[in-house]
């Protein structure tokens, strides 16, 4: 019989197939399904992998094909079979394979009339199904038909056949053909009439589970266009919408109906093309080189629309499939850079060295590590080239790699290019002849001065007088009363005619002079003058209110919102209310950015009036739905059709004390912290003039949710909902709604104006220059700072300029305003008069670039720069012509490094919108290789512990940040960002990417609280104090300073025990409502679920009728095998077998 060795299992498999008695085949039977039922699914698995569901397969079809079946060993064979079949994956094949599927069909049509058995055969027929082509050969056998007679409208009997025939239904249902087939019978309308049967009489809800097994019918069957098209003309959102709004929710599965249906509606819910005559951005850009046609430069549809920030998504694709996708963009090598690149191997033998050996190829590189000849040189140089050309494609493998880890690419530009970078470190030929005056201009340097008149005496100065008034003329023109404001007297005032502006100006002189603004580091006047200058794409000439105003930290805390519970089901529920009632729907746009002017907008007055039209704005159009409701629709990055997430728009026209519902329907993202207790800002003109100039947290029932809108053009990604309601405090007020607090370019230039106007400058070396012009034409300001030196003695320039420098950049990706404002923190704390300041500019020169992008800030971009690129995905090569900024960025960084002044310290400034609290990225090769999983032995790598010691103290001294979350990950797909090339490259160890949340924290003193602007400047300040501690050996302090510093430095003793984990992975728990993204998803019965409807099957209810056939049960825990059998209950199997061609084919 069994080999020796075999498991008791393989030998009662083994007697299985070999018995002959009818009592032996149920003794064995008996005490399988007692040894399955007792353990856990190990066993199952464990005799699914000996063979177990072929055994039974085989005692099935054997047992079955006999003339007079006997259903004493047929029914217990079934049930075990659909036990053990619902664990093993290849059943349905394994039934093909064994002539089973259509035997058990045949079974089925002869027991219809036989409750128990027909339900024993409709579980496995289910089990079978788990194969598509299993379910297709079953429907092609009219499967479907057999298995649907046996589902019928609401009855108290045998609901165990019934509810095993509408499961058995559902997985017929998975095949395709299936389901296309049940379509066109008409059986949604027949699953639909049978929903609402049982939902309208089972007022008791005992039977949930058929009714739920009827929705994963109709799931399946809308599983084609056909089957939603099919849903929709029966009336099934009516009735599933009405089904829904009579639930009891305190019962949990009435709860799961609920949610089933609700996830049923969403996906038949008919795709809403936007209401837009192309996707594309309402603003194009001509780009050198390119045709001036405004045509799509996107990179491909899903490149990284849904990509999250710059240095947090692991889903992003690299920029790889950009280039290649983009040849027009992306221009041909220089001439003349091949011979470049020579002579600058040539003339730089240890860097060669360095740099050719570790890019070579592994083979040639053992050659070489000797001195080589020079013929081997040119050979070898000529195999870097080709090492060069496809040292992207080599890259697949970096993060396993040690030695690509570790080697040093070769720069992308000649050395001789460098020299021009001299002019941009003024410190080092500035000869501080000017000690005593410091008023000069920076030779070499190209400021922007705005002040244009208004450059009076005082103007720097933040002290509260009120001291501007360079327009004392009192005029003729009458300002309006305060009461009757609005947004349109001050939008009047910035269009282009010249006239308006004088009677602008002049309500801004008696704004300014009724309302004193307070705001430091900002004057109204100096920000409209400074606007002037800034170069936007659509040329704009409205200013925001709260940009020329200015914005003070709100002076409370602002907690996270709380989430009430079923939020998104109640929007989701006046979404579907749309379709089914569309004459309830206004449908009437009242706002259009492609509208020439703001008197276009609508005259509406039982509408809002919105506007957009500013630096920084974003809103494309609004739409009137309901009346106190608006869908939104936001503006694609320029010559992009995509990067929809920033938004800053004004509203006004309000009534207050009302709740509006805003909608923001063209959101890209899959997930948002908006349903993580994170609200949009909200800035009320009124408020600001009565002394309030806040951006506020605002906005209630806030949730984010896919919805039924698709581009355009009809196809696409799916977009998502933003949703919150606002209740304004002001009638007829003028508000501005933003993702988050807005910071402009023209903001910044008069930040850095003020800034450089009221540090001291005696003890301040403080430069701003200009680094480049971005494609606008806007120039893209770098700021020096550094301690002057004591005197003009030689020692003391020579100990200023060999301090290290501390390279900051920020605002790469325009929409991540929070960046700037930590750049804020960190320039006005460099500037001050605090110990530590001091003590920070006399050890470091800070070379600052604070915005990046100005174009994609000035034109309301989320994203990319005018070329429709994400800038930092450009570091590797970046064009001179198409990313400037980026180009002579990296220019400088190649200049120190050129001249033995690499930054000791390298960070780039971001936003993370998935993530909570303040982190850092940085490099590590060793961490690289052990969360990669290479099996290179890190033992042997010596590497500078140094890049964790900023994050260490940040710990400690910065309430917002968080060690945890920190990661030094150097991923192939970031291999393009600033803060992998500058370590790569440029070899500076503390190269870092600071990501701060648009929301808040989750530990620490903030924990619960969302971000205000206070706290970014706060983390921006404390950046700059954590930069102390790494040079806290090589200066001397004064005793009042080391006390100082010791506080905030205690390292030594307070070893951190954190341990990084791979935060590029969303780390936010399921939303505590559920969110369905996937239409198709559908949840499939457990195991457990399985066994229940086995080991319950005839029971209760059923126990009448089967006891009539005198079967009993045996154990609690197995109730297979009937306890007596009678020859007289079983009826024989050729009864029925002519009935059905197909089964006589297949028995016969
Ligand atoms: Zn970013």
New binding site residues.
């Given amino acids: 019989m069994a080999t020796t060795g075999a498991s008791g299992v393989e030998v009662l498999l083994t007697t299985l197939q070999g018995a002959g008695d009818i009592e032996s085949t149920l003794n064995i039977l008996n005490v399988l399904d007692e040894l399955l039922s007792a353990g856990t699914d190990r066993r199952i698995h464990y005799m699914i992998s000996k063979g177990g569901s072929e055994a039974l397969l085989s005692a099935l079809v054997s047992t079955a094909r006999c003339l007079s079946p006997n259903y004493t060993i047929l029914l217990p064979l079934l049930h075990l079979l659909a036990k053990v079949g619902h664990r093993d994956k290849r059943i349905g094949l394994k039934a093909e394979k064994a002539d089973a599927v259509l035997l058990v069909l045949s079974l089925l049509r002869q027991n219809v009339e036989q409750p128990q058995r027909a339900a024993a055969c409709l579980w496995v027929l289910r089990v079978f199904c788990s194969s598509v082509s299993t379910a297709t050969l079953l429907g092609e056998n009219r499967g479907l038909d057999v298995v649907f007679q046996l589902i019928s409208p609401h009855k108290l009997t045998q609901t165990h056949t019934v509810k095993a025939a509408i499961e058995a239904f559902a997985a017929l249902l998975h095949s395709k053909a299936n389901s296309r087939c049940a379509v066109t019978k008409g059986y949604v309308s027949a699953l639909l009439k049978l929903y609402e049967d049982w939902h309208s009489k089972d007022t008791a809800n005992a039977h949930v589970p058929i009714r739920k097994a009827l929705l994963h019918c109709l799931h399946h069957a809308t599983n084609t266009g056909a089957g939603r098209d099919a849903l929709l003309a029966q009336g099934g959102m009516a009735l599933l919408f009405h089904t829904t709004q009579f639930c009891s929710k305190a019962n949990k599965g009435v709860e799961s109906l609920m949610e089933f249906s609700i996830q049923l509606m969403r996906k038949c819910f008919p795709k809403c093309p936007l209401p837009l005559t192309s996707d594309q951005s309402v603003y194009t850009f001509p780009l050198p080189g390119m045709p001036a046609s405004g045509q799509d430069i996107d990179p491909g549809a899903q490149d990284d629309s849904l990509e999250e ?3 947090d998504d692991a889903r992003n694709n690299d920029s790889d499939s950009r280039e290649f996708l983009l040849p027009l963009v992306t221009p041909a090598p220089r001439a003349g850079s091949l011979c470049c690149y020579f002579s600058f191997c040539f003339c730089s033998p240890p860097f060669l060295t360095r740099t050719w050996i570790s890019s070579l190829p592994t083979g040639p590189r053992a050659q070489l590590s000797q001195v080589p000849p020079p013929h081997l040189v040119r050979a070898a140089l000529l195999l870097l080239m080709a090492a060069l050309q496809t040292n992207r494609a080599k890259d697949d493998d970096l993060e396993t790699d040690p030695d690509k880890l570790l080697a040093r690419p070769a720069p992308d530009r000649p050395r001789q290019e460098l020299g021009q970078y001299m002019h941009l470190c003024p410190e080092l030929h500035h000869d501080f002849q000017d000690l005593d005056m410091h008023t000069e201009a920076e030779g070499g340097s190209d400021e922007e001065v705005f002040l244009n008149g208004h450059s009076g005496p005082g103007w720097g100065h933040i002290s509260g007088e009120s001291q501007h008034s360079p327009h004392p003329e009192k005029q003729a023109k009458p300002f309006p009363a305060r009461s009757q404001l609005s947004a349109r007297d001050f939008h009047s005032c910035y269009l282009s005619s010249p006239s308006a502006r004088q009677d602008c100006q002049r309500m801004v002189d008696r704004l300014l002079d009724s309302h004193q603004p307070c705001v430091p580091h900002h004057d109204p006047h100096i920000y409209a003058a400074a606007a002037a200058h800034t170069k936007s794409v659509p040329g704009l000439s409205v200013l925001a209110f709260p940009d020329f105003w200015g914005h003070l930290p709100p002076p409370g805390q602002e907690p996270m919102a709380t989430r009430k519970p079923n939020v998104q089901r109640k929007k989701v529920f006046e979404d579907i209310q749309r379709q089914l009632s569309p004459e309830d729907v206004i449908g009437r746009m009242v706002f259009d950015l492609e509208e020439p002017s703001p008197q276009c907008q609508t005259e509406n007055l039982d509408s809002l009036r919105f506007y957009s039209k500013f630096e920084s704005g974003n809103l494309r159009k609004a739409i009137h739905v309901r009346r106190y409701e608006y869908d939104l629709i936001l503006n694609a990055d320029v010559n992009c059709s995509q990067h929809l997430q920033w938004f800053y728009f004004e509203v006004s026209g309000m009534e207050s004390d009302v709740p509006y519902r805003f909608n923001i329907i063209n959101c890209e993202k899959v997930n948002s912290q908006f349903n993580y207790g994170m609200q949009p800002v909200l800035y009320s003109m009124r408020e600001a003039l009565e002394g309030r100039a806040h951006w506020i947290r605002t906005g209630t029932e806030i949730c984010y949710y896919r919805n039924h809108f698709c581009p355009s053009k009809g196809a696409g990604p799916a977009y998502y909902t933003l949703s919150f309601t606002v209740t304004f405090q002001h009638s007829e007020d003028v508000c501005y709604l933003a993702y988050h607090y807005p910071y402009t370019y023209t903001a910044l230039q008069i930040h850095l104006q003020m800034l450089e106007q009221t540090v001291d400058s005696r003890k301040v070396f403080f430069r701003k220059q200009n680094l480049c012009h971005t494609l606008a034409g806007n120039p893209c300001p770098l700021i020096t700072i550094t301690a002057c030196p004591e005197s003009r003695n030689w020692t003391y320039v020579h100990e200023l300029r060999k301090r290290p420098c501390v390279f900051l950049t920020c605002r ?2 325009p929409g ?1 305003s929070n ?1 700037s404002w930590v750049m804020k923190g960190s320039l006005e704390f460099l500037c001050s008069s605090d110990p530590v300041a001091e003590s920070l500019r006399e050890a470091y020169i800070f070379r600052i670039i604070p915005m990046l992008n100005p174009d994609g800030v000035i034109n309301g971009m989320h994203r990319c720069s005018l070329n429709g690129e994400d800038l ?1 995905r450009q570091w590797i090569r970046p064009d001179p012509a198409l990313s400037p900024t980026i180009f002579h960025t990296k220019g400088i960084l190649y200049y120190l490094h050129s001249i033995g002044r690499a930054p000791l310290v390298f960070c780039d400034y ?2 993370h919108s998935r993530k909570k609290n303040v982190f850092l990225y940085g490099c590590s090769v060793k961490e690289t290789l052990w969360q990669a999983g290479s099996m290179v032995n890190t033992n042997t790598l010596k590497e500078d512990p140094g890049h964790r010691t900023i994050p260490k103290t940040l710990d400690r001294i910065a309430p917002a940040f968080s060690f945890n979350s920190c990661n030094y990950l150097v991923e192939k797909s970031r291999a393009s960002t600033a803060r992998v090339v500058v370590w790569r490259e440029m070899g500076v160890v503390r190269s870092y990417t600071m990501e701060s949340t648009f929301n808040g924290c989750d530990q620490g003193i903030y924990k619960g609280l969302q971000v205000g602007s206070g706290e970014l400047e706060e983390m921006g300040l404390k950046f700059c104090q954590s930069l102390l501690p790494l040079r806290m050996n090589t200066l001397l302090y004064s005793p009042k300073l080391l006390s100082h510093a010791s506080t905030l430095l205690d390292l030594d003793h307070n070893q951190l025990n954190h341990k990084s984990h791979n935060c590029f992975e969303d780390d936010e728990p399921p939303c505590a409502e559920e969110i369905e993204y996937l239409g198709d998803s559908c949840p499939e019965h457990s195991g457990e679920e399985m066994d229940a409807d086995v080991n319950t099957s005839g029971s209760d209810e059923e126990e009448e009728v089967e006891a009539r056939n005198g079967l009993r049960h045996t154990s609690r825990n197995s109730c297979l095998i009937p306890l007596h059998t009678r020859e007289d209950s079983f009826k024989p199997l050729n009864g029925k077998r002519t009935h059905s061609s197909v089964d006589g084919q297949y028995l016969g």
């Fill in positions: 920030d710059s240095d790469v990706h991540e960046a930092n971001h936003g």
